[in-house]
């Protein structure tokens, strides 16, 4: 990377700013949230008795709180950029909105989708699909989402493909991430596109047909025991995402080298690496942000085995938004100060739900 950052016109030590490729921000509120009744033993599980409690106790504050945390985090792991994923059943109107607002307060790119799906009934998914129109129509960037087809009737499935070609704009969906969801890629395939992102496709059948980009979350996948996706299998680019767990791509990327590896031992960090690099093909500004790094080996072969490495200068846009280390839009520790009041409040409301 060195070399190509100086045929870019870069400084050696440089690189573009780095995408996620698939982020829950609401999660930045989930750290030390009270523990589920009883430990998950499986997948379905981890949903009903985690996240699916945690998204339904969200509300636009925790919502804001939560994608601010995120967006300094996400900046000071030199992430400019992030494709977000995002459901709150209980808040889903002007939802959207929030993320973006708080992610462009701290200076940070974002997409966002608000992820449609059943389990809540028709006017549920009626409301998360009106949330997608509203955003996108008044001009905010992103997708339309899907939470996963397991959860969604073939009607919500095709009305999100319709909205999203009207709008000219993709569909951001978990696929085939657990066993419950291995049917997939049968009801998408007929209305996939290029431009749809496919998030985790675990549990894809090799020779599978689906148009859109895979996402591959190697941390969260192996958090919730789902297997390993294999992403060197498909013929679909791959980008990487982290799937709510933090913003710190060069930690992802390691991740993705080292379960490639144990894999296949001929791997090298040219493919986790490539992965990585396709995130400036789904969000082309980030490609133009500057990101200059504590060290200045910025390759993949040394960075696969160097951590530690973080930014020390973060330009989006041409204006600087960290500087030495720290976000010149915002105050770092009032942001954690007031995240972590704000998960306390969430935390509490779990127990109502």
Not at 100 to 121: L, Q
């Amino acid at each position: 990377m060195s070399s190509e950052a100086e045929a870019a016109g870069r400084p050696t030590g440089t690189t573009p700013g780095l995408v996620c490729a698939h982020h829950h921000l609401y999660s930045a509120l989930a750290r030390r949230m009270p523990a589920p009744q009883r430990t998950p033993t499986g997948f379905t599980d981890i949903l009903e008795l985690v996240w699916w409690r945690l998204d339904r106790a969200l509300d636009l504050e925790s919502i804001r709180w939560s994608a601010m945390l995120g967006a300094v985090e996400a900046l000071e792991r030199g992430c400019t950029a992030i494709i977000d994923h995002h459901e709150s059943p209980e808040a889903i109107e002007g939802s959207l909105d929030v993320i973006a607002d708080a992610c462009a307060e701290v200076g940070v790119r974002v997409s966002c989708s608000y992820g449609i799906t059943d389990r809540h009934g028709p006017d549920g998914a009626r409301r998360g699909l009106a949330e997608n129109e509203r955003y996108l129509r008044a001009g905010g960037r992103g997708m339309v989402g899907l939470h996963a087809a397991f959860t969604c009737t073939d009607d919500s499935l095709a009305a999100a493909a319709g909205l999203a070609a009207d709008l000219g704009v993709g569909v951001h969906v978990h696929v085939a991430e657990g066993l419950v969801d291995a049917g997939a890629a049968d009801r998408l395939s007929p209305l996939a596109t290029d431009d749809w992102l496919l998030v985790h496709g675990v549990h894809l059948a090799d020779g599978y047909e689906l148009a859109g980009t895979i996402v591959h979350n190697p941390r969260s996948n192996m958090n919730n025991s789902v297997g390993y996706a294999r992403p060197a299998r498909f013929t679909n680019p791959v980008a990487l995402g982290t799937d709510g767990i933090g913003a710190d791509m060069l930690d992802e990327f390691r991740v993705a080298y080292v379960r490639h590896r144990e894999d296949d031992v001929t791997a090298t960090p040219e493919s986790a690496w490539a992965w990585l690099e396709a995130g400036w093909d789904l969000f082309p500004e980030a490609g133009d942000d500057v990101v200059t790094w504590s060290y200045e080996h910025v390759d993949p072969w040394s960075l696969a085995f160097t951590t530690g490495v973080g930014p020390q200068t973060v330009e989006v846009a041409g204006e600087v938004v960290l500087a030495d280390g720290r976000p010149t839009r915002v105050d770092a520790e009032e942001v954690r100060v007031r995240a972590a009041e704000e998960a306390n409040r969430l935390h509490a409301r779990l127990g109502e739900v």
